[in-house]
């Protein structure tokens, strides 16, 4: 009978056998009294009301408690940064968790990244190169007032059936891994508890709670830099920093007000983003190599800091002074982890409890959605009564293998911001990038599953050789750069067709094949886009005879991975071309392009 039953069971489908074990465990477990939780979440920010939703979700029955040490509802506007998202953090707050309404009617449509790269004394915008689209993209994105997100999501997370609770602090933490349940002290108004959970999850931000109990270190990264940024009670409107009709023709399609508009600088960027409580956010973010910290760290400074660097911002900031919300800063943000996930002894790092990369393109509620989703199904799995030790450990290395992959973007590319000509082409490169790998696997729910499909993990692999080497060919391109290049508008999606379809293709519903095949498309994409990357700026020096460009020109023509490039930039442009829009040269873009068997002489003695 035994035989009967094990060969019954191992027939269901994975969900059915969940749904089963929960039924058991209702039936059979016995009664949890008071404060006996499946999973205790030490923070109550993004990171940890979205995963307490997300559980409860996808199974209802899940005791769920989140600890809070602020009190709640929380103010809006002056509350935290993170307030853009792009196309992988909306798609989760928006699809995943269900959020549609709220954001279509309680935050702000985005439109899109935008970028103004320096120009002379950085007076007049419309003499600045201008990078971003002119049209509304499909997929849609938003600015978000995190106060008035974090209110509406904590309002569903008590309407599902969470314990939230707020105002109190974590007194004490005894992790049991060789018990059932671990053990949480709380302490707060209404004096001290002590809770249980099967599970413990650190989402409570840079305080890094379970971090600091488990006595590890936060791990220190190249990347160095700082930000401070305050929240002014006034719209600043970047579309009326000029009259001039041709600048204002540019993006009929949309405002710029609604973009995450970047005024970028040698080693800086500042941003300007709208809320939906009619404030603006103000944001500088440096290189420390660059720009002392001590220049920008208090309001003062901060805003001295904007009429040197940034005057045409200042002037309108400096009309509203009187309004200013918030002054708060960051130093040293970029950190990692030695370890996020323990399926052993039942903890889980989530948000900037476990790691943070840059501010550059909003990845941090991107990082928070993919680490919920592995953090969700680890705990899913767990409850289930599966042994999820193994899983972890992959789900782990997956997780700090992407940030660190993400994290070459930014490291040590600040000094490219001083260069339009070669950063126009990188936030190109880097948003195509984004969303033809990272979020084709995160809306096909593919960051759980990558070992489980040889190709796409041999295929990401790949993708991590192609950008690692695309982003040192912007560094050493720098080393040789021209002039920078006179005022003029690249519009980011229009004109390109690769980016048309990367966009609209994240959201594409395909089948495993299907997908595997898509992401095996994308990677050679990629390695098409590098080579004619490659081969265009090095035809650009054909006629430059100095030192250091033949120097630099005679590396990269013995750079194998380059060849390897370029001769998949020769064989595929016939098929399948790619326009050469997104590669900006300045005077050189008046020449005609090379054919592609011309480019690839450059480094035919080398493949």
């Known amino acids: 009978m035994n035989d009967d039953?094990?060969?019954?069971?191992?027939?269901?489908?994975?969900?059915?056998?969940?749904?089963?074990?929960?039924?058991?465990?209702?039936?059979?477990?016995?009664?949890?009294?008071?404060?006996?939780?499946?999973?205790?979440?030490?923070?109550?920010?993004?990171?940890?009301?979205?995963?307490?939703?997300?559980?409860?979700?996808?199974?209802?029955?899940?005791?769920?408690?989140?600890?809070?040490?602020?009190?709640?509802?929380?103010?809006e506007a002056a509350h935290k940064v993170g307030e853009s998202t792009?196309?992988?953090?909306?798609?989760?707050?928006?699809?995943?968790?269900g959020l549609k309404d709220h954001l279509d009617t309680g935050q702000l449509r985005k439109f899109g990244l935008r970028f103004f790269f320096t120009d002379g004394g950085n007076s007049d915008i419309t003499s600045r190169v201008e990078v971003g689209t002119s049209t509304w993209l499909a997929l849609d994105t938003y600015q978000l007032d995190r106060g008035r997100l974090e209110n509406e999501i904590g309002r569903r997370c008590v309407d599902a059936g969470v314990e939230f609770i707020s105002n109190c602090v974590v007194a004490d933490i005894e992790l049991q891994p060789d018990k059932p349940v671990h053990?949480?002290?709380?302490?707060?108004?209404?004096?001290?508890?002590?809770?249980?959970?099967?599970?413990v999850v650190d989402a409570s931000g840079r305080?890094?709670?379970?971090?600091?109990?488990?006595?590890?270190?936060?791990?220190?990264?190249?990347?160095?830099?700082?930000?401070?940024?305050?929240?002014?009670?006034?719209?600043?409107?970047?579309?009326?920093?000029?009259?001039?009709?041709?600048?204002?023709?540019?993006?009929?399609?949309?405002?710029?007000?609604?973009?995450?508009?970047?005024?970028?600088?040698?080693?800086?960027?500042?941003?300007?983003?709208?809320?939906?409580?009619?404030?603006?956010?103000?944001?500088?973010?440096?290189?420390?190599?660059?720009?002392?910290?001590?220049?920008?760290?208090?309001?003062?400074?901060?805003?001295?800091?904007?009429?040197?660097?940034?005057?045409?911002?200042?002037?309108?900031?400096?009309?509203?002074?009187?309004?200013?919300?918030?002054?708060?800063?960051?130093r040293d943000y970029c950190y990692s982890a030695e370890q996020v996930y323990d399926g052993d002894q039942r903890w889980a790092l989530t948000g900037e409890a476990g790691l943070f990369l840059d501010p550059l393109y909003s990845p941090g509620l991107d990082l928070i959605s993919i680490s919920n989703g592995l953090t969700c199904d680890l705990l899913l799995r767990s409850l289930a009564g599966e042994d999820v030790g193994p899983l972890a450990t992959i789900h782990d290395n997956l997780y700090r293998n992407v940030a660190e992959f993400w994290r070459g973007i930014y490291e040590k590319r600040y000094p490219l911001m001083a260069s339009s000509r070669i950063m126009s082409s990188k936030v190109i490169w880097d948003t195509a990038f984004y969303w033809g790998v990272f979020c084709l696997l995160f809306f096909h729910d593919k960051f759980r599953t990558i070992g489980d499909a040889p190709s796409v993990a041999s295929n990401l692999s790949r993708l991590t050789q192609i950008s690692y080497r695309v982003q040192d060919f912007f560094t050493e391109w720098a080393s040789i750069d021209r002039p920078p290049l006179t005022g003029r508008y690249i519009d980011t999606?229009?004109?390109?067709?690769?980016?048309?379809?990367?966009?609209?293709?994240?959201?594409?519903?395909?089948?495993?094949?299907?997908?595997?095949?898509?992401?095996?498309?994308?990677?050679?994409?990629?390695?098409?886009?590098?080579?004619?990357?490659?081969?265009?700026?090095?035809?650009?020096?054909?006629?430059?005879?100095?030192?250091?460009?033949?120097?630099?020109?005679?590396?990269?023509?013995?750079?194998?991975?380059?060849?390897?490039?370029?001769?998949?930039?020769?064989?595929?442009?016939?098929?399948?071309?790619?326009?050469?829009?997104?590669?900006?040269?300045?005077?050189?873009?008046?020449?005609?392009?090379?054919?592609?068997?011309?480019?690839?002489?450059?480094?035919?003695d080398s493949v």
Not at 39 to 46: D, E, F, P, Q
Not at 86 to 97: G, P, Q, T
Not at 183 to 199: L, Q, Y
Not at 283 to 302: E, P, Q, T, Y
Request: aromatic letters at 8%; glycine letters at 6%; proline letters at 6%.
């Open 5 to 75: 039953v094990n060969r019954q069971l191992a027939e269901l489908s994975e969900s059915q056998r969940t749904a089963l074990t929960d039924l058991l465990r209702e039936r059979f477990d016995p009664p949890t009294q008071g404060d006996a939780y499946d999973v205790v979440i030490l923070g109550g920010g993004m990171a940890g009301l979205t995963l307490s939703l997300q559980l409860r979700r996808a199974r209802p029955n899940t005791r769920v408690m989140v600890i809070e040490r602020q009190p709640h509802p929380v103010p």
């Open 86 to 97: 792009v196309e992988l953090s909306a798609h989760y707050l928006r699809d995943v968790l």
């Open 183 to 199: 053990r949480v002290t709380i302490s707060g108004e209404e004096g001290t508890r002590e809770v249980t959970g099967r599970w």
């Open 207 to 330: 305080s890094q709670l379970l971090r600091r109990h488990l006595g590890r270190e936060r791990i220190p990264v190249g990347h160095k830099a700082n930000a401070s940024w305050f929240r002014i009670a006034e719209r600043i409107d970047i579309d009326t920093w000029s009259d001039d009709p041709q600048w204002k023709k540019r993006t009929v399609g949309g405002p710029r007000y609604h973009s995450t508009n970047h005024l970028m600088g040698p080693g800086y960027w500042l941003w300007l983003i709208p809320l939906a409580s009619g404030s603006t956010s103000v944001g500088i973010v440096c290189d420390d190599d660059l720009h002392d910290f001590r220049s920008f760290n208090k309001l003062d400074k901060a805003l001295e800091w904007i009429r040197t660097h940034e005057p045409q911002a200042a002037t309108k900031i400096d009309e509203h002074l009187d309004k200013v919300q918030d002054f708060r800063v960051m």
């Open 493 to 604: 999606h229009a004109p390109l067709e690769f980016m048309q379809e990367l966009h609209t293709g994240m959201g594409d519903d395909l089948t495993e094949r299907e997908f595997e095949a898509r992401f095996a498309e994308n990677t050679r994409l990629f390695e098409q886009l590098a080579g004619q990357l490659m081969s265009t700026v090095m035809d650009s020096y054909t006629d430059d005879y100095s030192d250091d460009v033949i120097a630099v020109i005679q590396r990269w023509r013995r750079d194998p991975l380059i060849g390897e490039f370029v001769s998949t930039y020769r064989a595929d442009h016939a098929v399948r071309p790619t326009s050469p829009l997104w590669i900006n040269l300045g005077e050189a873009d008046e020449r005609p392009a090379p054919a592609p068997g011309t480019s690839g002489e450059l480094v035919a």
